[in-house]
C-alpha cells in the first residue's frame, strides 16, 4: 500500500520545482524538513495557507525547519500561483520563501499516499489531499497529518508540533494535552525515580490518582 509510516527514511525524490531539480535529501541537509501539500494552485484554501506559510516562515527558520509545498501543477503554474499567494499577504515584491514541488504526474504523491479520492479536477483524476510530513534530520518521518481539500490547516499548530517534537528528541520527555513551549512536561515512563531525579535538576512531581501508579510524572525543562 502506498504510503510512509512514522520512523521510516523519507524517500530521496529527486523533483522539478520553482527553485529548479532537488534532490530531496540534499535539500535538507542536516535540517529538519516539513513537506506539505496542496490540492492545487490557483484555488481559494490552498492560496490563504501558503501566504500564512510564507508570513511565518522565519518562526520555522528559528526552528531549523526547511519548508517546501507540493501539488500536481507544473512549475509554471506554481511560479505565476506564487504572486497571487504574496499579493494576499500584501507583499507583491516578495517572492515566495519557500519552494514549491511540481508533481503533475502525481508520481509522487502515490509513492506518499497523497492522493484524496473525493476530490477530482476536471478530468476526473483524484487531487493531492493536505497533508503534513515533518522529516528530522536524519532523514525519518517524525509526523504526519493528512487533511482532506475541504480543510484548511492551522499552522499555529504545526510550529507547536515541532517544537514538541525537537524537544522530546533530545530530552526523555513527552509533551502532554495542549503544551506549549514553557508549560510543564511529562517524565517518560521507563525513566526510575532516581534516573529522573539525577535528569532534571528542577525537580518532579508526581500527580496522585486513585490507582496508585506513579505514572503522571510532571518537570519544568
Known amino acids: 500500500m502506498p504510503g510512509i509510516l512514522l520512523g521510516d527514511v523519507f524517500p530521496n525524490f529527486e523533483a522539478d520545482t520553482t527553485i529548479g531539480r532537488i534532490k530531496f535529501h540534499d ?7 516539513i513537506l506539505f501539500s496542496h490540492p492545487r494552485d490557483f484555488t481559494p484554501v490552498c492560496t490563504t495557507e501558503l501566504a500564512c506559510a510564507a508570513k511565518i516562515s522565519d518562526e520555522f527558520k528559528k526552528r531549523g525547519v526547511k519548508m517546501i509545498a507540493l501539488s500536481i501543477d507544473s512549475v509554471e503554474d506554481h511560479r505565476n500561483w506564487s504572486k497571487d499567494v504574496m499579493a494576499f499577504n500584501d507583499q507583491t515584491e516578495s517572492p515566495l520563501p ?3 514541488i511540481a508533481d503533475d504526474k502525481r508520481e509522487l504523491s502515490v509513492q506518499l499516499g497523497m492522493l484524496d479520492p473525493d476530490e477530482k479536477d476536471k478530468d476526473g483524476m483524484p487531487l493531492t489531499a493536505r497533508c503534513v510530513f515533518v522529516i528530522g534530520p536524519d532523514k525519518k518521518l517524525k509526523l504526519s497529518i493528512l487533511y482532506p481539500a475541504t480543510t484548511g490547516r492551522n499552522f499555529d499548530e504545526l510550529l507547536r508540533v515541532i517544537d514538541s517534537l525537537q524537544l522530546t528528541a533530545q530530552k526523555k520527555v513527552a509533551t502532554p494535552v495542549d503544551w ?3 508549560d510543564k512536561v511529562m517524565v517518560i515512563p ?3 525515580e532516581a534516573e529522573a531525579g539525577a535528569l532534571f535538576p528542577n525537580g518532579v512531581t508526581t500527580k496522585e490518582v486513585p490507582s496508585g501508579k506513579k505514572y503522571l510524572r510532571y518537570t519544568q525543562i
Open 190 to 192: 521507563s525513566l526510575s
Open 27 to 33: 535539500f535538507l541537509g542536516n535540517s529538519w524538513g
Open 180 to 182: 506549549k513551549p514553557g
Open 98 to 100: 519557500f519552494p514549491i
